[in-house]
């Protein structure tokens, strides 16, 4: 068995290859990703009513983004493509400005007008155009945080095949000559041969580590970048992480990550229906304080079909009765 078909099972069955994960950090990280369906709900609902386009989180990369930002410090950056650019709040960004950001404020500003020109005070990057772009932005701002912020890390989250394999090339071979402490992690939701070929030759060639992960197990991808972290801490260069769409199980738990999550806390007798309405309550008060036009969206809720707020089915299935 190779070292990395090793690595992944590791990473799949928890074995001592990888550091244990405290039922903290488990919890923490089943709460980001509750909070990014949440988002994107309530985000969603906004461009019902305002009739602007409000991008949210993407559907099926809420456990990507909660393992990748699961461990960021405060000097750490994070770069996330322009679908994914309200996924900020999980590195510390209000709300309310993500709401300033997603939500036009003048014939001026477009739905998706970036507001920043640089990184924001919780080392957030502005998004970038295109794939290619949001790679070389990340690498150069690697570079010049060398010694700015000696020991911080930049993640950097993309989906798609919106860059080349020789785009994939540069930046893999700067990041890695240059020993960027850097962590890629590139969704691929419909794998294209071409492109991962040439993403694993470029990283063989240059002594990248490239991880192959479920793109909806948060479990294992938490543990692969846990490392990845760790490995860019001590000045060893980057990692590719690639994450792909497995076939899911035939069950409703399986569906999407969310349900993955659940199952394996309440697998191991870690799961509480009531804890986790209390924090959904408590992220959805957040964002209604912090949402101009909260008496809208409230509004909306209180319509019936269509305004009534859509919550993942397997949290909710054992009090449906109940209302937030």
Wanted: overall charge positive; some cysteine; aromatic content about 4%.
């Amino acid at each position: 068995m190779t070292s990395r078909r090793k690595g992944q099972q590791a990473a799949s069955d928890g074995t001592s290859a990888f550091s244990l994960i405290s039922e903290q950090k488990l919890l923490a990280i089943y709460q980001s990703i509750l909070n990014c369906h949440l988002l994107r709900d309530e985000l969603r609902r906004l461009k019902v009513g305002s009739g602007h386009a409000v991008c949210g989180p993407v559907a099926g990369h809420e456990a990507m983004l909660a393992s990748l930002t699961a461990d960021l410090k405060a000097e750490d950056a994070l770069s996330l493509p322009a679908v994914d650019s309200a996924a900020g709040f999980l590195k510390g960004q209000p709300l309310r400005s993500i709401l300033q950001m997603a939500l036009p404020v003048s014939k001026s500003h477009g739905p998706h007008s970036p507001r920043l020109t640089g990184l924001s005070k919780e080392n957030v990057a502005p998004a970038a155009k295109s794939t290619a772009t949001q790679l070389h932005l990340a690498c150069g701002l690697a570079l010049g945080r060398a010694n700015a912020a000696p020991g911080s890390v930049v993640a950097v989250f993309c989906s798609g095949s919106g860059a080349t394999s020789a785009c994939w090339g540069e930046v893999l071979t700067l990041a890695s000559k240059c020993r960027l402490p850097m962590i890629f992690m590139n969704h691929e939701a419909s794998p294209g041969l071409g492109q991962f070929a040439g993403m694993a030759r470029s990283a063989r060639v240059h002594g990248v580590p490239l991880i192959l992960t479920d793109a909806l197990d948060a479990v294992a991808l938490y543990r692969v970048v846990y490392e990845s972290l760790s490995r860019a801490r001590q000045g060893r260069g980057p990692t590719l992480i690639v994450c792909r769409n497995e076939k899911t199980r035939p069950t409703a738990k399986g569906r999407d990550g969310l349900g993955r999550m659940e199952e394996y806390l309440r697998q191991r007798g870690m799961f509480d229906p009531d804890l986790c309405h209390r924090s959904a309550e408590r992220f959805l008060r957040s964002f209604r304080a912090a949402n101009p036009k909260s008496r809208a969206s409230k509004a909306l809720r209180n319509k019936g079909d269509g305004g009534e707020m859509k919550r993942p089915i397997s949290l909710f299935a054992t009090e449906q009765n109940d209302t937030v």
